[in-house]
């Protein structure tokens, strides 16, 4: 059974930084690319970070470019997001997704969600 749990999340103020954790279990992690999808509600997801599995230069959207920066530990079959200068628009919930096709913004399992929140 695929498994993607995330931790991390939480309220900070402007300015401040959070890294995301997801320990994926129940498949071979090394051999998928991973995301990182946030989204809020009544809006559409939106992608924030796609990494290749062998851990090359990842995807970032605009909105985060820069500020954000996707990594992964296959070894410990888990993927992080640190999160730097963050703003109130960056509050989401924070899903882990796994990408069965790379090249296609499509995810197959992704986890239940981290909420972080941005605000003076």
């Known amino acids: 059974e695929v498994q993607l749990v995330e931790s991390g999340g939480g309220m900070v103020q402007p300015g401040e930084s959070l890294t995301l954790s997801c320990e994926a279990s129940?498949?071979?992690?090394?051999?998928?690319?991973m995301a990182w999808v946030r989204q809020t509600p009544g809006k559409r997801p939106e992608w924030v970070s796609i990494?290749?599995?062998?851990?090359?230069?990842?995807y970032y959207a605009n909105s985060v470019k820069g500020r954000f920066t996707v990594s992964r530990d296959n070894a410990k079959n888990t993927l992080y997001l640190r999160m730097n200068n963050l703003k109130p628009e960056d509050t989401a919930t924070y899903y882990c997704?796994?990408?069965?096709?790379?090249?296609?913004?499509?995810?197959?399992?992704r986890g239940q969600g981290t909420q972080v929140t941005v605000s003076s």
């Open positions: 997704a796994r990408v069965p096709k790379p090249g296609n913004l499509d995810y197959d399992f």
């Open positions: 990494i290749p599995n062998n851990d090359d230069e990842g």
């Open positions: 129940g498949f071979t992690f090394s051999s998928y690319h």
